[in-house]
């Protein structure tokens, strides 16, 4: 059974629009990245890796990303200069400094997801 998030604005920043990722209307995180920030929280909370992970926009009816929730969790989207967006290899800021803050990439989950049972 796929897994499916909504995601809505929640507000702009310095470092860009952040979003905020729902599963059934239950907030899920925030993040400037949600689908892949969404991966990891739903990764940790227990789900299997090889669920299959959707992600809408609010209001639309198309599906902007698909994948499994493993597969999500692993990646993560940055910006260079010469190169713009790029899809890359999700890895965890390794100071306590950034993880406090909520860098690009890290997450802060909203609260506690039940356990696998959606």
Same mark, same amino acid.
């Given at each position: 059974?796929?897994?499916?998030?909504?995601?809505?604005?929640?507000?702009?920043?310095?470092?860009?629009?952040?979003?905020?990722?729902?599963?059934?209307?239950?907030?899920?995180?925030?993040? &400037? +990245?949600?689908?892949?920030?969404?991966?990891?929280? #739903?990764?940790?909370?227990? $789900?299997? *890796?090889? /669920?299959?992970?959707?992600?809408?926009?609010?209001?639309?009816?198309?599906?902007?990303?698909?994948?499994?929730?493993?597969?999500?969790?692993? &990646? +993560?989207?940055?910006?260079?200069?010469?190169?713009? #967006?790029?899809?890359?290899? $999700?890895? *965890?800021? /390794?100071?306590?400094?950034?993880?406090?803050?909520?860098?690009?990439?890290?997450?802060?989950?909203?609260?506690?997801?039940?356990?696998?049972?959606?």
């Amino acid at each position: 059974m796929t897994i499916e998030l909504t995601i809505h604005r929640h507000k702009l920043t310095c470092k860009g629009q952040v979003y905020e990722a729902r599963l059934n209307g239950v907030p899920v995180c925030q993040s &400037l +990245t949600p689908f892949f920030t969404a991966a990891r929280a #739903l990764l940790d909370a227990g $789900h299997s *890796p090889d /669920t299959p992970l959707a992600m809408k926009h609010d209001g639309a009816t198309i599906t902007s990303l698909r994948s499994t929730i493993g597969q999500a969790a692993r &990646l +993560t989207v940055t910006e260079e200069d010469k190169k713009g #967006l790029r899809i890359k290899k $999700h890895r *965890p800021p /390794t100071f306590g400094l950034y993880q406090e803050r909520g860098s690009v990439g890290s997450y802060r989950p909203i609260r506690r997801l039940p356990s696998c049972e959606i």
